[in-house]
């Protein structure tokens, strides 16, 4: 058997419903599929289908660079489209780039094989919702989606997610977590 993985960055709660409720207020009539706030969460690697004998290899990976590093905090200030102004496929809400982030991205794709021509900021997003795009051309003018956002995560640890599809839903679950250094 093989699993569908991600490796990820969890919200605190009280952050996930504050996007939730932000998304009520600010987005309600858009036609948008919004995420579900339970499964809210900063994507570092799609690791895609992996067989299950593979995955013990991985969580190794994963640990041995966690153990490395330090804790540290991210901070999210504004909503926009994503992936850039001219593909409008999300509305999501951009983190501040950090070099903790950068690090912490880069050995990650080291440890896992992939491919990193250059050590580049990564840039942090948490994915609102999946624009709709035959409805969404439907409207004119076009929606302003930017609005300032501003919230603080720490980063304390890296998550090993399965995502599977049930009863019609994306559902997300934790395999395994990797907590970085205090």
């Known amino acids: 058997m093989q699993k569908r993985l991600f490796l990820a960055i969890s919200l605190p709660e009280d952050i996930k419903k504050r996007l939730f409720r932000f998304i009520e207020k600010e987005y309600e009539e ?3 599929k919004w995420v579900r706030q339970k499964n809210f969460h900063v994507t570092l690697n799609f690791l895609g289908y992996i067989p299950d004998e593979n995955i013990s290899g991985i969580c190794e990976c994963i640990r041995g660079v966690a153990e490395d590093l ?7 200030v504004k909503t926009e489209f994503g992936p850039n102004k001219e593909t409008k496929r999300m509305i999501w809400t951009t983190g501040e780039k950090s070099e903790e982030l950068t690090e912490l ?7 896992l094989g992939f ?7 990564f840039s942090p997003h948490v994915t609102l919702g999946r624009i709709r795009k035959e ?7 076009e929606p302003n989606v930017n609005r300032d956002l501003r919230f603080f995560i720490p980063v ?8 599977k599809f049930e009863k019609g839903k994306r559902v997300y679950y934790v395999l395994e977590s990797f907590p970085l250094s205090a």
């Open 135 to 141: 409805q969404w051309r439907k409207i004119f003018p």
């Open 30 to 32: 858009l036609p948008v």
């Open 105 to 111: 991205k880069y050995q990650l794709d080291r440890a």
């Open 70 to 76: 330090q804790s540290f905090g991210l901070d999210f």
């Open 115 to 121: 491919f990193v021509k250059e050590k580049r900021e």
């Open 156 to 163: 304390d640890s890296v998550e090993l997610y399965e995502s």
